[in-house]
């Protein structure tokens, strides 16, 4: 039954992914990446997640894709015009696509292989990825980064501002 | 329960696709929106590994993914705004003021 959920969701994520590329106009590039975004957060809620799933469906889907939905309507962009490309550009895309897909699928059987005895058995999962749990390391081990990250927000907010301003 | 491996090469998969995006692409929003997909295929990845491990560090990793990713889009967006009101394009191929 998971393996069924996994295989749609997984289908889902990778279909809406490619027509994210091999569409033409922004703002349909924009709505299947929302789409995308729904998926994995589909995929967070199989691997016992909730809190991350909830959180990728507000923050992802919700509040960065209205944000580059607002940009692309301010904007009023026109759609790619394919002209001036570099030259070989697309085969050497493809070529360095498939040479990074080699790779990474296969360092991620060799992961597989030495770390099979590791997985653990899902009765002893039941507390995993809860809230509580989760706010408990939060605060705890990682305060320190959480009180950084903050930081970061702040200075992004207003280095957001700084090139929004016009020009004197 | 779905083998980890499963996860892993939809994740392989997720952030090749990100990558030929960037590559393929020359509108500056798309790229990044690409780089948007990447960063959720590692996450996928962070977090289907720290299930199977049973460690909840993973998932407060996709945590901190999540506001960097955020500051990255507003600062990022916030750059194409201001290029394109200054030469009216979003084509990261005619934006070559630094380049020579």
Known sequence: ???????????????????????????????????????????????HSEFLAIMQIIIYAGAIMVFILFVIMLL????????????????????????????????????????????????????????????????????????????LLLVAMIGAVVFGKKRP | MVPLSYYLYLTAILFAIGVFGVLIKRNAIIMIMCIELMLNAVNLAFVAISRYLNLMDGQIFVFFIMTVAAAEVAVGLAIVVALFRLKETEDVDEINLMKW
């Open chain 1, 1 to 47: 039954m998971e393996l069924i959920f996994f295989f749609i969701l997984a289908v889902v994520a990778i279909l809406s992914a490619l027509l994210v590329i091999f569409q033409n106009k922004p703002i349909y590039s924009a709505l299947y990446l929302v789409l995308c975004f729904l998926s994995i957060a589909g995929l967070y809620f199989l691997l």
């Open chain 1, 76 to 151: 009023d962009l026109k759609g790619e015009k394919g002209t001036k490309r570099l030259r070989f550009q697309r085969l050497f895309s493809i070529l360095f696509t498939l040479l990074l897909l080699f790779f990474l699928i296969g360092a991620s059987a060799h992961m597989i292989s030495e770390s099979k005895k590791t997985l653990l058995n899902s009765e002893m999962l039941s507390s995993f990825g809860g809230v509580k749990l989760f706010g408990k390391l939060l605060f705890s081990d990682y305060l320190l980064s959480f009180e950084v990250a903050s930081v």
